[in-house]
């Protein structure tokens, strides 16, 4: 009987120096017992998809839903065939994608915000039972952008600019990711339109697409890159001292971020749209700029910077 009250009073010690740890890097916001779900969060591999998706799930989790966080689930393919196959319920995702899932007579629309929001909103509900919810206003579009000590000597402030230094034979090499050098909407589209050709020695390539990575592969000139892919909200590229290239002839679509969930779970839980409605509309440019910059340039972790913003601005109890 003396050995068994040892091991209990062991175990009890052990877990009360283990909890402190477990919950080490993770929001400490109270949640009320979850009555609702399980719903199972996503986000993309990269800065911003762990910021969005950090918010979801704990907006959600502070209305009584039990969560399943699996927030930088994967890469737009993976995540994408995840949820039509009903693998997740929810994740971030950007408008002008409609332009890569969909073929669409008229690929105008996707430049326009309302417009590309409202066509893959359409497209997605008819072919996929998929609902797209409120857009954040900050357009975070595909990017590329060139070291400064680069840049100012050669005035480089356009993607036709860069494009004619290309052409001159001017030094260039890019940090991007597998899906920025092979989709043909993405880099084979600047190509394209403003006639410059990157070669397999000017790229080094990365499996995800997280853009701290590349970014701080040219702030960092690692293997000679002196450009990086970048995104419309990177927060690092200023701080790092990078420049983004102003598409100029417009190629890119327009990228807002909004939450799309399946239909069955709406039809069962309704209130997630209203839940996350007004965080969405609260996401401006500036403000995912700024936040995107905590993590990537100082290295906070998402959670929590998500935590910190929901519970300046009311969304979440501190």
Known sequence: ????????????????LASPLMAAGRPETAQPE????????????????ALLGSMMVQILRADGFEVVDSTEFGTTDVIRRAITSDEIDIYPEYTGNGAFFFDHDDDSVWKDPQAAFDTVAQLDLQANDIVWLTRAPANNTWAIAVRNDIAEPNNLRTLEDL??????GGEFKIAASE?????????PAFERTYDFRVA??????????NTATTIQAAARQTDGVNAAMAYGTDGPVAALGLRVM???LGVMPVYEPAPIARRALLEEYPEIETLLQPVFEALDMQTLQSL??????????????????????GFLAP
């Open 1 to 16: 009987m003396k050995d068994f009250s040892r091991w209990i009073l062991v175990t009890a010690a052990v877990i009360a």
């Open 34 to 49: 979850a009555t609702k779900g399980p719903v199972v969060v996503a986000s993309k591999i990269d800065t911003e998809g």
């Open 163 to 168: 494009a004619n230094y290309i052409r001159d």
């Open 179 to 187: 899906e920025f050098v092979s989709r043909d909407d993405v880099l």
């Open 200 to 209: 397999e020695d000017q790229m080094l390539t990365f499996s995800t697409g």
């Open 246 to 248: 102003e598409d100029s």
């Open 292 to 313: 995107n910059a905590k993590i990537a340039v100082e290295g906070q972790n998402a959670a929590l910077v998500a935590q910190d913003w929901l519970q300046e601005h």
